[in-house]
């Protein structure tokens, strides 16, 4: 006991998502049954407020004649080939009632990302096994709190069960006298009053517990310090985390500078393979930077992002290779390219002013 307080004092950090990972590929998950409870209510409910009329008239129809004349289904097949096939027949008619229920169960368990498949869960564990083991889980704290929900939440059920009750032996003297046509809708109203009321109490007591699972698995998976450490020591090292690292950063330094496109006075090609976009900051002075540079796939966006710009393009296939070999991104060019993108800058100034004079000719 003291033992288990120490170790809970100890972990009392939030869990990392390797953590949580890890957690549920063992199958531990966050899962409220009594959600699913609740979602299987509320898929009945639909259900019958929808299709219940249908397959209770279709059910109904089915055994019209069986209810008429029963002395002569039990004469006619003493080995009940009748009445199994007249079985068969209302459950496929009520069958559409019960594809909702389980269609709310496997909602609720998407929802709960609950669909799990842990080999660990399935072999046998000897400790399960041992007296001392199940007695200490049974009736330690975690124990005596789960049965003292489970007396609750059986409270709570047996109390709207009574309130069912009641007002059913209250209505069933008027339901005896109905005709049998009109017994199967008061019957679907009856239900649905039924169904209602058990969907609210699943629905609340649902509600209670699902934040509580899932505070409790929170409470399970917290780590200690030295688990923190451990684990960013792993994660640092792992060949896979690294290269993914490497792979987020480039794709967010490709995002930032195409967005640094439309603001560059040039940008020079290869004009298929490489492509280097250039600004000059004249107010500041110094050499132009590279705001954007790439080859294949990247040098193409480059062009189309600077062509629906308005950015000049000129090609000088040395000069933007020795360029993209040798300037980082928001580096100033050396000193061996000043001539060839002086060049280009006048080029660049010369076709905006062209542009200028064509729209004003216009």
């Keep these: 006991m003291a033992d288990e307080q120490q170790d809970e004092q100890e972990k009392s950090q ?8 890890k957690a549920r590929e063992k199958g531990d998950v966050p899962v409220s049954t009594e959600t699913h409870t609740a979602a299987a209510y509320m898929g009945l409910l639909v259900s019958l407020l929808f299709v219940g009329g249908v397959s209770v008239d279709s059910a109904g129809a089915r055994l019209k004649s069986f209810l008429a004349r029963p002395e002569t289904y039990l004469q006619e097949s003493l080995s009940g080939e009748l009445i199994f096939a007249a079985a068969i027949s209302v459950g ?3 069958l559409p009632i019960l594809l909702f229920p389980a269609l709310g169960v496997i909602i609720s368990l998407f929802a709960q990302q609950a669909f799990v498949f842990a080999p660990s ?4 564990k000897w400790n399960k096994l041992s007296i001392a083991s199940n007695a ?11 049965f003292a ?5 059986l409270t709570f059920v047996l109390s709207v069960a009574g ?3 009641l007002g059913f032996f209250e209505d069933l003297p008027g339901l005896a006298k109905l005709e049998p046509a ?3 809708g008061a019957l679907l109203d009856q239900a649905l009053g039924l169904i209602t009321l058990f969907f609210l109490s699943a629905a609340i007591i649902g509600g209670i517990d699902l934040p509580w699972r899932r505070f409790e698995h929170a409470k399970r998976n917290r780590m200690s310090f030295d688990e923190l450490k451990r684990e960013n020591k792993e994660t640092e090292g792992d060949p896979y985390m690294k290269s993914a690292r490497r792979e987020r950063a480039r794709a967010i330094a490709q995002q930032q500078q195409m967005l640094e496109v439309p603001k560059a006075d040039v940008v020079l090609v290869n004009p298929t393979h490489y492509a280097v976009a250039l600004k000059w900051d004249q107010e500041r002075g110094g050499a132009p930077v590279v705001v954007a540079k790439g080859v294949d796939e990247v040098a193409r966006r480059i062009r189309e992002i600077a062509a ?8 000088d296939p040395p000069v933007t290779r020795s360029i993209y070999e040798l300037v980082d991104l928001g580096e100033e060019i050396r000193r061996e390219h000043y001539a060839a993108v002086a060049t280009a800058i006048h080029f660049a100034e010369d076709m905006r002013r062209k542009a200028r004079q064509f729209k004003w000719g216009e």
Excluded: D, F, N, W
Excluded at 121 to 124: A, F, M
Excluded at 308 to 315: D, H, L, Q
């Design 149 to 153: 929900r489970s007396v609750l939440k």
């Design 14 to 21: 939030e869990a990392t998502p390797q953590k949580l990972q």
């Design 308 to 315: 629906e710009a308005g950015v000049p393009i000129k090609r």
């Design 182 to 184: 009109l017994l199967g």
């Design 163 to 165: 309130v069912v009750a």
């Design 121 to 124: 869960k399935i072999g046998l």
């Design 92 to 94: 496929l008619a009520m």
């Design 136 to 146: 200490k889980q049974k009736y330690g704290p975690k124990g005596m709190a789960e």
